[in-house]
T-cell receptor, first 120, second 113 residues
Framework: GAVVSQHPSRVICKSGTSVKIECRSL??????MFWYRQFPKKSLMLMAT?????????EQGVEKDKFLINHASLTLSTLTVTSAHPEDSSFYIC????????????????FGPGTRLTVL | LAKTTQPISMDSYEGQEVNITCSHN???????ITWYQQFPSQGPRFIIQ???TKVTNEVASLFIPADRKSSTLSLPRVSLSDTAVYYC??????????????FGTGTKLQVIP
């Protein structure tokens, strides 16, 4: 099946620093990727939609200058949390959309394993 | 975006069949129904997807009535390892027409020995 990886899986940083999270589709090309965040015992909340070669579309209430998204290739999207603060501590999950024709399980989105960010 | 409603939690004994129903009254013509499983501190894992009637794969079945306003995920003979949160998502997933989907609360399934 489709595999989406994230790196790092866990990161601890000091307040005020920036953290970059990578999301890769390993065996398929993804023109569209999504970034979510999830707080403990809560559901996933969509942050932004990332399209290869164009600017990301952010959900209402998500600061685009704080959460920088770059989708430079068909297999890689990055989320950079700039000037991180303790309230940014969360579980960040990416997903990649697979169109039909690439894999048997086409026309759906597959999720990465997530990145646990802790800001001290 | 079609809103989904699921039971918050369910308990089941090992070896039993579990059926989780999701309501999506405002489902649109081009929307598909997808179910995901999520374990703590992991990303959601694709289980099954369908548009109408019944879909079956190696791990589950998905039943969708003719009006498509609800769907039921059926897990045959659950084991302890099936304890997880199950999400029902509804959205247009066609190539070129893919839209973002909204996660609902999900159903926390607890399998009891």
């Amino acid at each position: 099946g489709a595999v989406v990886s994230q790196h790092p899986s866990r990161v601890i940083c000091k307040s005020g620093t920036s953290v970059k999270i990578e999301c890769r589709s390993l065996d398929f090309q993804a023109t569209t990727m999504f970034w979510y965040r999830q707080f403990p015992k809560k559901s996933l909340m969509l942050m932004a939609t990332s399209n290869e070669g164009s600017k990301a579309t952010y959900e209402q209430g998500v600061e685009k200058d704080k959460f920088l998204i770059n989708h430079a290739s068909l297999t890689l999207s990055t989320l950079t949390v700039t000037s991180a603060h303790p309230e940014d501590s969360s579980f960040y999950i990416c997903s990649a959309y697979i169109s039909s024709g690439q894999l048997r399980e086409g026309n759906t989105q597959y999720f990465g394993p997530g990145t646990r960010l802790t800001v001290l | 975006l079609a809103k989904t409603t699921q039971p918050i939690s369910m308990d089941s004994y090992e070896g039993q069949e579990v059926n989780i129903t999701c309501s999506h009254n405002n489902i649109a013509t081009n929307d598909y129904i997808t179910w995901y499983q999520q374990f703590p501190s992991q990303g959601p894992r694709f289980i099954i997807q369908g548009y109408k009637t019944k879909v079956t794969n190696e791990v589950a079945s998905l039943f969708i009535p003719a009006d498509r306003k609800s769907s039921t995920l059926s897990l045959p003979r659950v084991s302890l390892s099936d304890t997880a949160v199950y999400y029902c998502l509804v959205g247009d997933i066609r190539a070129g027409g893919y839209q973002k989907v909204t996660f609902g609360t999900g159903t926390k399934l607890q399998v009891i020995p």
